[in-house]
T-cell receptor
Framework: NAGVMQNPRHLVRRRGQEARLRCSPM?????VYWYRQLPEEGLKFMVY????????ESGMPKERFSAEFPKEGPSILRIQQVVRGDSAAYFC????????????FGPGTRLTVT | GESVGLHLPTLSVQEGDNSIINCAYS??????FIWYKQESGKGPQFIID?????DKRQGQRVTVLLNKTVKHLSLQIAATQPGDSAVYFC?????????????FGKGTHLIIQP
């Protein structure tokens, strides 16, 4: 079984550009979570999605950030008008259920804003 | 502030020794706890989890202990190997409310000395 896939693995954007991060969950998983990790810190929850629905976006910044998980295709985390403070590693996790189900993480996308 | 935290940022042990990594949490309602291992440049890897109706759970070379009285979680790794070198995170969730995502601590860097 393929694990959680994320691409690109590394992404460089200039300030003001848009960043699109993609996540394909494990086969059979319909629950996707996005986390952000700053250097030397733990992961911070951003958003939880099921197919075509945002279930919990309590960790998402109010502006410039959006996420979707369409019926077909990967989940997308979109960051508009990136700023240097957006530089971080963004991890996606998938599970076969909601709370209290094991989450499997992808390798992450390392975003660098220059 | 953080609802999950770790006592030591770095732990150095001799190869073959046992190691214990500690974690304190402040949300007494948390009922699901997980330990993750993260190697440099990779996503978190699930090690072991425990639910609040248990106080001990064992895996291969790892044991997780949960003390709900003092809100303390620990990960014991037996006979450490060089491949155990990584950052270890505890994470928690509460099935009855709050954000759907996991809350992570800052991590403990485990260094295995030859």
């Amino acid at each position: 079984n393929a694990g959680v896939m994320q691409n690109p693995r590394h992404l460089v954007r200039r300030r003001g550009q848009e960043a699109r991060l993609r996540c394909s969950p494990m086969k059979g998983h319909s629950h996707v979570y996005w986390y952000r990790q700053l250097p030397e810190e733990g992961l911070k929850f951003m958003v939880y999605l099921q197919k075509e629905n945002i279930i919990d976006e309590s960790g998402m910044p109010k502006e410039r950030f959006s996420a979707e998980f369409p019926k077909e295709g990967p989940s997308i985390l979109r960051i508009q008008q990136v700023v240097r403070g957006d530089s971080a590693a963004y991890f996606c996790a998938s599970s076969r259920g909601g709370r209290n189900y094991e989450q499997y993480f992808g390798p992450g996308t390392r975003l660098t804003v220059t | 502030g953080e609802s999950v935290g770790l006592h030591l940022p770095t732990l150095s042990v001799q190869e073959g020794d046992n190691s214990i990594i500690n974690c304190a949490y402040s949300n007494s309602a948390s009922d699901y706890f997980i330990w993750y291992k993260q190697e440099s440049g990779k996503g978190p890897q699930f090690i072991i989890d425990i639910r609040s109706n248990m106080d001990k759970r064992q895996g291969q070379r790892v044991t997780v202990l949960l003390n709900k009285t003092v809100k303390h979680l620990s990960l014991q790794i037996a006979a450490t190997q060089p491949g155990d070198s990584a950052v270890y995170f505890c994470a928690e969730n509460y099935s009855g409310g709050g954000a759907d995502g996991l809350t992570f601590g800052k991590g403990t860097h485990l260094i295995i000395q030859p």
